[in-house]
């Protein structure tokens, strides 16, 4: 047999070399090729061990922008509430000092027109206290006199109404406490309880407010 082996190796040798050197070296191409095929599994495992690393990385990166986006939302949301809150304070200074304003137009004249009053309080009474009997042609001094008190009392008036100054002569009228000033309470035949029966100073408002109340006599009743 081992004649034999011996012959067919000999025969084979100048024919098929490749064939002989295969056959020699088939063990060893065995081995690498297992290594090549092991080296393979161990490169798709790292491959898919690396995917799935990657795919688990997106997800933490996505919860950390879905935490930043909620913190920035409600940063946004507070920073929207204060500036609603500003403007609307804002608002609100403005509209007060445009009313401050409006009633400094109006009523920058009060403490003027209260001293003006008093000049028109003793013009009327300069007027009451000329007798009319004596105002006649044969007294042209006294007439022009009087004359001139009434044109300036007139006058005052105009001006008066002009600025908003308007008188308060309430005979006949309810008593009300924020226009009137009750200097008395008397019974009076015929006059309703509550009214005012005599005025003893007129009184003015200034644009709808009372500036000095009216002096009266007020009825109650027997």
């Known amino acids: 047999m081992a004649a034999v082996a011996q012959y067919v190796r000999g025969a084979l040798r100048p024919r098929y070399p490749l064939l002989s050197f295969s056959l020699r070296t088939s063990p060893r191409l065995l081995c690498v090729a297992t290594q090549q095929k092991n080296t393979g599994q161990n490169l798709e495992e790292d491959q898919s061990q690396s995917q799935n690393e990657q795919k688990v990385e997106p997800s933490s990166a996505e919860k950390m922008l879905t935490e930043e986006k909620a913190k920035l939302e409600e940063q946004l949301k507070e920073v929207t509430d204060k500036y609603k809150r500003a403007l609307a304070d804002a608002e609100n200074v403005r509209q007060r000092s445009q009313k401050l304003v409006e009633e400094a137009k109006l009523y920058g004249i009060q403490s003027f027109c209260k001293d003006l009053l008093e ?78 029966a005599l005025v003893s100073k007129i009184g003015y408002k200034l644009h709808g407010r009372t500036l000095r109340p009216a002096l009266v006599g007020v009825v109650k009743d027997a």
């Open 119 to 196: 000049v028109a309080d003793i013009l009327e009474k300069a007027t009451e206290s000329v007798p009319k009997e004596e105002i006649k042609d044969e007294n042209p001094h006294l007439k022009s006199l009087y004359e001139g008190l009434v044109m300036t009392e007139v006058q005052i008036q105009k001006v008066f109404k002009k600025h908003g100054l308007l008188r308060l002569n309430p005979v006949g009228a309810k008593f009300d406490p924020y226009e009137h000033e009750a200097l008395f309470h008397a019974p009076m035949e015929g006059k309703e309880p509550g009214t005012i």
